[in-house]
């Protein structure tokens, strides 16, 4: 199974500041063939099923703030949030789809500071 | 509106079955992937498998795998999760989501499961 690790386990920034998670995979999750990146972000807020922000490591999906963006490629990725608001405190999650299972970082809980 | 609609919260008891249900609505079921995340209290997320409804191709993770089943009924839109011998290691919030060209985008709103004697 790839393993994802993702740092730190939470953090507290103050509103419109920028927050930053890493996401590290125990091996690559690019796809040579067509050249995509299989990683992807979720938000879930409290009590809220998980919302998906970013897929393709950086693409942002339809509706999603552009406040959120997602960088990286092999094994290192980041979610960056450039102004942080009252709604985004939630715990994230990056998840590789590249080879089942699926696997899932563990999370990062982002509050307000 | 695409939708997946998941049945309501289970209390059970250690040994009994359940069958949990995943209906999508909006768009074409057997196009899309369905997986289902298993989220313990207080925990983060789990892949458990995903089944394509099409033609019924199933892949489990290794920590499920033999625990659970996952299987579809086509004719009505609709994907299972189901136990045989449930544990109170079960209890856990489960989730069903929808996988296309872009990962489980849609989610279901959860199914509590609660094992407990």
């Known amino acids: 199974d790839i393993v994802m690790t993702q740092s730190p386990d939470s953090l507290a920034v103050s509103l419109g500041e920028r927050a930053t998670i890493n996401c590290k995979s125990s091996?690559?999750?690019?796809?040579?063939?067509?050249?995509?990146?299989?990683l992807a972000w979720f938000q879930q807020r409290p009590g809220q099923p998980p919302k998906l922000l970013i897929y393709?490591?950086?693409t942002r999906e339809s509706g999603v703030p552009e406040r959120f963006s997602g960088s990286g490629s092999g094994t290192d990725f980041t979610l960056t949030i450039s102004s942080l608001q009252a709604e985004d405190v939630a715990v994230y999650y990056c998840q590789q789809y590249y080879s089942t299972p699926w696997t899932f970082g563990q999370g990062t809980k982002v509050e307000i500071k | 509106e695409v939708q997946l609609v998941q049945s309501g919260a289970e209390v059970k008891k250690p040994g009994e079955s359940l069958k949990i249900s995943c209906k999508g609505s909006g768009y074409s079921f057997t196009s899309y992937w369905i997986g289902w995340v298993r989220q313990m209290p207080g925990k983060g997320l789990e892949w458990m498998g995903i089944?394509?409804?099409?033609?019924?191709?199933?892949r489990y993770s290794p920590s499920f795998q033999g625990q659970v089943t996952i299987s579809v009924d086509k004719s009505i839109s609709t994907a299972y999760l189901q136990w045989s011998n449930l544990k109170a290691s079960d209890t856990a919030m489960y989730y069903c989501?929808?996988?296309?060209?872009?990962?489980?985008?849609?989610w279901g709103q959860g199914t509590m499961v609660t094992v407990s004697s």
């Open positions: 393709w490591a950086s």
């Open positions: 091996q690559s999750v690019l796809y040579s063939s067509n050249n995509k990146i299989y």
């Open positions: 989501a929808r996988h296309g060209e872009e990962p489980f985008d849609i």
């Open positions: 089944i394509y409804p099409r033609d019924s191709d199933t």
